[in-house]
């Protein structure tokens, strides 16, 4: 793995955008859901995008039941985007239940080598920054190496909660 301290989280800008684009590439190529949900959004108007989530941190615009969020990425010494994340500032009636505060996902390519737990340790001192004392943190029960990786950021396990197709989000807390 790339020693960690080369890994920084950085708020969106254009100035990456071909990273951005990379990481986005690869993530529609795999076929796999696109976690955490802001990199689902089309960067195809990239300066677009960008004001978007920075409106979100602002809580502009937001729709209604929303609450304001910040996203950050995670690059490497060579500004290449290996993930993101998304910490809501506060957690709704549905983020309590299977959406948490801490939303993140690694680049395909880039999963097994330690990044995942860097990057939630790095949200876990942005949302320290946000004011957040004790963050939810969710993972599906069959992501295995999200499992590990809250556990590995000492991720206390409280109950369950099952959605209604049946699948089961497994809830942590994390002491900040």
Not at 61 to 83: A, C, F, H, M
Request: glycine share 8%.
């Amino acid at each position: 793995m790339e020693s960690s301290h080369q890994l920084s989280l950085v708020k969106p800008t254009v100035e990456l955008k071909d990273e951005y684009l990379s990481f986005y590439k690869e993530w529609q190529e795999s076929k796999e859901d696109m976690v955490p949900w802001v990199i689902q959004k089309d960067p195809s108007d990239f300066e677009a995008m960008v004001k978007f989530l920075m409106n979100n941190e602002q809580g502009y615009n937001l729709p209604e039941g929303w609450v304001p969020d910040s996203t950050y990425w995670l690059i490497n010494q060579d500004k290449r985007v290996l993930g993101a994340v998304n910490i809501r500032h506060q957690l709704t009636p549905f983020l309590l239940n299977s959406g948490g505060h801490i939303g993140y996902g690694i680049r395909p390519s880039e999963r097994r080598k330690g990044f995942a737990t860097k990057l939630l340790s790095l949200s876990i001192e942005k949302a320290k920054e946000l004011g957040i004392r004790k963050a939810l943190v969710v993972c599906d029960e069959d992501n295995t190496g999200s499992f590990k990786t809250i556990i590995n950021n000492g991720g206390i396990p409280d109950s369950d909660f099952i959605e209604e197709d049946g699948n089961i989000v497994k809830r942590f807390w994390i002491d900040l």
